[in-house]
């Protein structure tokens, strides 16, 4: 235990996601041996991201206005909607420029020992949305654990009286390793989601 | 460090750190253990996959000061599959592991007779056996009786006098005859009852053969017993959706 102030910080950072104590004691002392300008920086940075930074009234991305910069962006296209559980699930799918369609954030996934149910997520939000928009494909990109797969299924099941195509990312084999690595539960989904190549 | 090795079920997982879990598994041997299953996060993690809830895996596990470490893992029955592309399977599963990990209260205490009734119910669950609700009201009643909260469905739950009676009272322990009646308690139909005992006796005969009108009133009567021997309520039992994508029954 340290006296006052490095104390309180060790234990506030100590409190954010994947910070355990001895990461938390490294970036407090990091910072205490900073230049004050840098941590300054730091500091107005977090603060602008809490004033400025909302979730798109559209899509619940993070969001500078109240729409998302995919939201506003013309170019996309409005026939094809990824559902995603969060906010960082979009950064991770537009680092592939692989889909040029918009996004659903649910907010997370269905997991009722948590008590989170389907109504605690942004699922009416949802079918709102394809009644009103113009989308012929939901592409289902849960995670692929098995909260991640439950909130897939139910949203299968609800979507299919929509007539939409609903799809879902294929799970499978880790691109660079061997087929003999993989585990059986890893390869029976891509046996599942094999594609025809000829 | 010394290792061990069990037969387990994972009931459930928690992130922890920037890619590890910590995985609560019920085990043959050492009852509940709580153990870090390393980098299973990473897309590139081969346990994984393993370490998910309603695997059923063996598994080898480091004895550690604080939290046991996982080792190795092999799959024994992938149960995740089958129950998570099912949604109505998917919530009653979640029960059922729920309410195993809140009835063994200590870890590495031995709970065989949990993890036999814990196995069969998922099984039965996965094969899809039986009526997903039938099946999550047996394994709630069986598993309150070994864990000594088992109710009476038949003889008065306060007097013992031999049933069949009447009325049902949770906070009782089950059936109550016309002297032990608190005031206010429901009065099932005598199918329901019926039903009930052939669940906690596992009489499947009969439970198959059960209207869903007293499948419906078994369900209420289950929930309001578990919810009232458990003092942390079961979060996940409210949620239980009971219509499955393609039961037998509902194929008719
Ligand atoms: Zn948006």
């Known amino acids: ?198 | 460090m010394p290792t061990y090795r069990d037969e387990a079920i994972v009931l459930r997982t928690h992130k922890l750190g920037e890619a590890d879990r910590i995985v609560t598994m019920l085990t043959r041997k050492h009852g509940k253990v709580r153990a870090v299953a390393k980098g299973v996060r990473r897309t590139s993690s081969r346990i994984g996959a393993r370490m998910e809830p309603f695997m059923v895996v063996d598994v080898q596990l480091y004895e550690g000061r604080n939290l046991d470490i996982v080792n190795q893992v092999e799959t024994i029955q992938p149960f995740a599959k089958a129950i998570a592309d099912d949604y109505g399977l998917f919530t009653a599963a979640t029960a059922m592991v729920e309410t195993a990990d809140k009835l063994v209260d200590h870890e590495k205490e031995p709970a065989l007779q949990q993890y036999r009734l814990l196995r069969g119910g998922l099984n039965s669950l996965a094969g899809r056996e039986h009526d997903l609700g039938l099946v999550l009201d047996a394994y709630l009643l069986r598993a309150f009786a070994v864990a000594g909260w088992a109710a009476s469905f038949d003889a008065c739950a306060t007097c013992g006098r031999p049933g069949p009676h009447r009325a049902f009272s949770a906070v009782a322990g089950g059936a109550v005859c016309e002297n032990d009646r608190p005031s206010g308690v429901a009065s099932p139909a005598p199918e329901t009852f019926r039903l009930l005992t052939a669940l906690l006796e596992g009489d499947w005969a009969t439970a198959d053969a059960s209207g869903p009108r007293h499948r419906r009133e078994a369900a209420g009567l289950v929930a309001a017993y578990t919810q009232f021997h458990l003092e942390r309520k079961l979060r996940s039992l409210g949620m239980v959706d009971r219509t499955s994508e393609s039961h037998p029954e509902e194929e008719e």
């Open chain 1, 1 to 198: 235990m340290y006296d006052g102030a490095v104390q309180d910080l060790i234990d506030e950072l100590g409190h954010l996601p994947g910070i355990g104590p001895k990461s938390a004691q490294r970036i407090a002392f990091h910072l205490l041996s900073t230049d004050p300008s840098d941590v300054r920086r730091l500091v107005e940075t977090i603060q602008t991201v809490k004033e400025k930074v909302r979730f798109c009234e559209v899509c619940g991305n993070v969001a500078e206005g109240e729409r998302c910069r995919v939201c506003l962006d013309p170019r996309r296209s409005d026939e094809v909607l990824c559902v995603v559980e969060e906010a960082k699930d979009v950064v991770a799918i537009e680092r592939t420029r692989e889909f040029r369609g918009r996004y659903h954030v649910l907010g997370g996934a269905i997991d009722p020992m948590a008590g989170i149910g389907p109504d605690d997520l942004r699922i009416k939000d949802l079918i709102a949305r394809l009644g009103n928009e113009a989308v012929r494909e939901v592409i289902l990109a849960t995670d692929p654990n098995i909260e991640g797969e439950a909130t897939a299924t139910y949203l299968a099941r609800i979507l299919a009286p929509l007539g939409l195509r609903v799809t879902r990312l294929a799970s499978g084999l880790p691109v660079g390793g061997d087929l003999e690595y993989a585990d059986e539960v890893t390869l029976g989904r891509a046996f599942e989601g094999r594609r025809v190549v000829t």
